[in-house]
Each structure stands twice: as C-alpha cells, then as structure tokens.
C-alpha cells in the first residue's frame, strides 16, 4: 500500500500567516493527489485535486504543488474560517490512502 | 443540489454483518464513481472501499479486503456496503462519497461530495 505522510502533524499559526503542509508519499503516485479540509463535526471538503488544480469555490489563496513522491498545500494569508484539519489523499493505486492529517489551530 | 443520504447504521456484535446504503439524488448517479469513507471521532479519515462508474474497477482498503463489499444500482441511484465478520475497529461514521471523475484512478479523481454519515458500532 502507499502510505502518505503527512507534516506537521499540528502548527499553530495567526491569521495573515503563510502556511505550508508536506504530504510526502512512499512510492511514485505522478500528480494523483488530492487535498481536503475538514472542520470539526463536519464533512470534509475537498479543495484541490490533480496535485495543483483548485476545487470550483475553493479561495485562491489555498495553492498546491508537486509531482512524484512529494507534495504542498500552502494557505496565503491565512483567514480564521481555514483553521481545521487539512488531509491528503493519493488515488494513483489502489487501495487509495489518505494522509495521517495536520490540524492548523490559532496561535 | 446533490443529495448522498446513508443508512443501515447500528450497533452490531462482533463477527456479524451490517448493510450500509446510500441513496444518491441531484447528479447522474452512473456518470460517477463512488466511495465509502469512514472516521473514528476524534481521529482521521480511513479510505474503506471505492467502485468505478459501470462497477468495473473496485478496490478495498487491506483491513475490509474479504470482508466487505461494495456494490452500486445505477437504476436506483444507490450505493452499497456489505460487512461481513465485523470486528470492533470497523467501529466509526460511515460516509457515502461522490467522486469527481468516473473511475477511482483518474487524475483528477477526487471526492467532492460527502453524505452526513452514518454510525456504527461493533461491540
């Protein structure tokens, strides 16, 4: 199975940061990555799929990038409303995985 | 507006077996491929099984690989989950999960859109 790692597992940050989440995976996954953000109590949502492609509503100040084995999720200026758990997911093989997660609470 | 409405949750005794359902409404249900996902509160997101558009790509996650199936009735616009010899770490919320892409393995496969959940307990 490919197994995706993510880090930080947890960062604190203020609003107006730029923020960076690695999501590294175990074996070649090509752009087959996909971003999520969850909140507490709610379903998740998906914010970027093919590696760098931003989800229809998503803000533009969430980017993505990377190819192969390693990934980033950056969050430009962040606003209150992006503090949750943010997780990756790969869909290049099955079974498809999703990363361990990082929660980005207010610092 | 699309609508993936779960059901079939409980509470279930280790070792039997449990039928999740999803009744999928506002998109072409057979243009999609479909996921199930589920979560321990508190915890992370646990891929579990995933079947194409026409059901001819279909994958498990290692620990329900055996013991569930997951099917979909493109008729009826639902998808299902079979649980077989439930163990008390299948215990979690159980999310029904439109894909954007028609197949799982596209590279813009992704999930954008998620069912409330249901839960289940085995214990």
């Known amino acids: 199975d490919i197994q995706l790692t993510q880090s930080p597992s947890f960062l604190s940050a203020s609003v107006g940061d730029r923020v960076t989440i690695t999501c590294r995976a175990s074996?070649?996954?090509?752009?087959?990555l996909a971003w999520y953000q969850q909140k507490p109590g709610k379903a998740p949502k998906a914010l970027m799929y093919a590696s760098s492609t931003l989800q229809s509503g998503v803000p533009s100040r969430f980017s993505g990038s990377g190819s192969g084995t390693e990934f980033t999720l950056t969050i430009n200026s962040l606003q209150p409303e992006d503090f949750a758990t943010y997780y990756c997911q790969q869909v290049n093989t099955y079974p498809l995985t999703f990363g361990g997660g990082t929660k980005v609470e207010i610092k | 507006e699309v609508q993936l409405v779960e059901s079939g949750g409980g509470l279930v005794q280790p070792g039997r077996s449990l039928r999740l359902s999803c009744a999928a409404s506002?998109?072409?249900?057979?243009?999609?491929?479909m996921h199930w996902v589920r979560q321990v509160p508190g915890k992370g997101l646990d891929w579990v099984a995933g079947i194409s558009w026409n059901s001819q790509s279909i994958g498990y996650a290692g620990a329900v690989k055996g013991r569930f199936t997951i099917s979909r009735d493109n008729v009826n616009f639902s998808l299902h989950l079979e649980m077989n010899s439930l163990r008390p770490e299948d215990t979690g919320f159980y999310y029904c999960a439109k894909d954007m892409a028609s197949s799982p393995h596209y590279s813009d496969s992704n999930i954008n859109y998620w069912g409330r959940g249901v839960l289940v307990t085995v214990s």
């Open positions: 506002g998109f072409t249900f057979d243009d999609y491929a």
């Open positions: 074996q070649d996954i090509s752009n087959f």
